[in-house]
C-alpha cells in the first residue's frame, strides 16, 4: 500500500542517519550539561566608589559638626557676653551685651558701659557664689559651658554655669545684659528685675547693643 511503503521509506532513512545527532551533550561533574556560550550584555562593573557612597559618612559628619562639644575649665570674659575656655570661645546663650567700645549714657555723661559690662562679668568669674565655697589652693572655679545654638558670626552660644550659677541669668539680673530675643526669653523676669531696680544700664539712657551696632557698624 502506498501509505505503508511511504512510512517505511522514512523509517529506513531514519534509521540512516548518524547517530551522531542524536548524542546528547556530556554530562559536567554537577550533572549537569554545560550552559551555551551566549554573549549576553553583561551589568557594568561595579567600581569601588560606587560600591561605597561617601554621601551618607559626609552627612553624617557634617551634622556632627553642627553638634558642637561643650567645654568645663577656668574661664576669662572677652567682654560682657562671651567667655573663653580653654582656648575656645563661647557666647553666653539668651543675652546680649553691649560692645567692648559702646558708650552709654549716665547722669548727662559718657561712660564705656561696654567696659563696665566685661568687668562685671569677670567679677562673676572670679567669684565663688556660684559654686558655694572658695577654690582651694586658689584654683579658679570651673566654668561649664553647654551649646544650644550658633551666634550670628558663627561662635557657639552656651548656657554657661559657674557652679550653680547661670552667667547669662547674672549679668541680666545685674543690668549689663539684656534679653536677646532670638535665643528666646528665659531671662526676662531678670530683665525685668534689673530694669525695676535702675541696676547697670539701667540707671541711664543706652542703645540695645544690636541698635548700636546696626548704626555703627551696618550690620
Not at 561649664?144 to 558663627?154: L, T, Y
Not at 532670638?182 to 526676662?188: F, I, L, S
Amino acid at each position: 500500500m502506498p501509505v505503508t511503503r511511504a512510512a517505511l521509506l522514512l523509517l529506513s532513512g531514519l534509521l540512516a542517519m548518524p547517530q551522531a545527532l542524536f548524542a546528547q551533550a556530556p554530562p559536567t561533574a554537577t550533572g549537569r550539561a554545560p550552559v551555551p556560550n551566549v554573549r549576553a550584555t553583561l551589568p557594568p562593573k561595579a567600581q569601588p566608589s560606587a560600591a561605597l557612597p561617601t554621601a551618607p559618612s559626609a552627612k553624617v559628619s557634617s551634622e556632627s559638626d553642627r553638634q558642637t562639644p561643650g567645654a568645663t575649665g577656668a574661664g576669662r570674659a572677652i567682654n560682657g557676653d562671651t567667655v573663653r575656655i580653654e582656648g575656645r570661645t563661647f557666647r553666653l546663650w539668651g543675652i546680649d551685651a553691649p560692645e567692648i567700645i559702646q558708650a552709654c549714657q549716665l547722669d548727662g555723661r559718657n561712660y564705656a558701659c561696654g567696659r563696665e559690662a566685661a568687668a562685671y562679668l569677670r567679677s562673676l568669674l572670679a567669684s565663688d557664689a556660684g559654686s558655694g565655697a572658695g577654690a582651694p589652693g586658689g584654683v579658679p572655679p570651673q566654668i561649664v559651658c553647654e551649646p544650644r545654638a550658633s551666634d550670628q558670626f558663627g561662635r557657639p552660644a552656651a548656657v554657661c554655669r559657674l557652679g550653680d550659677m547661670d552667667l547669662g541669668a547674672e549679668m541680666v539680673r545685674g543690668g549689663w545684659a539684656l534679653v536677646f530675643t532670638p535665643h528666646g526669653t528665659d531671662y526676662a523676669p531678670q530683665e525685668a528685675e534689673a530694669r525695676a531696680a535702675l541696676r547697670g544700664l539701667w540707671a541711664g539712657s543706652f542703645d540695645a547693643p544690636w541698635d548700636w551696632r546696626a548704626k555703627r557698624r551696618g550690620e
